[in-house]
Nanobody, 117 residues
């Protein structure tokens, strides 16, 4: 059974930091591309950051220089370090894993991040 379990969300003031974690089970973690998406009320889900099985990363322009994605294959966990948070970062953040060779595409349940001004 596949599980992606996010944690680390919460309420923070603008300029603060949070670190999200996503613990995975039931997948071939080291071979999976991992990503964080977010969805704000009334908006579409958008890609925040991604990391390939080889460690290559990509970021949305809106978070470059503030957010860092990383993975720990020994712990089957992907992280999102979020610094200098802004009110516009407020959203539900979702963890995603993909393996194109198998067509696998899994989502976590989401964790709420709220940034107050």
């Amino acid at each position: 059974q596949v599980q992606l379990v996010e944690s680390g969300g919460g309420l923070v003031q603008a300029g603060g930091s949070l670190r999200l974690s996503c613990a995975a089970s039931g997948i071939t973690f080291s071979a999976s591309a991992l990503a964080w998406y977010r969805q704000a009320p009334g908006k579409q889900r958008e890609l925040v950051a991604g990391i390939s099985p080889f460690g290559n990363t990509n970021y949305a322009d809106s978070v470059k220089g503030r957010f860092t994605i990383s993975r720990d294959n020994a712990k089957n966990t992907v992280y999102l370090q979020m610094n200098n948070l802004k009110p516009q970062d407020t959203a539900v953040y979702y963890c995603n894993s993909k393996r194109s060779i198998t067509g696998d595409n899994f989502w976590g349940q989401g964790t709420q991040v709220t940034v107050s001004s």
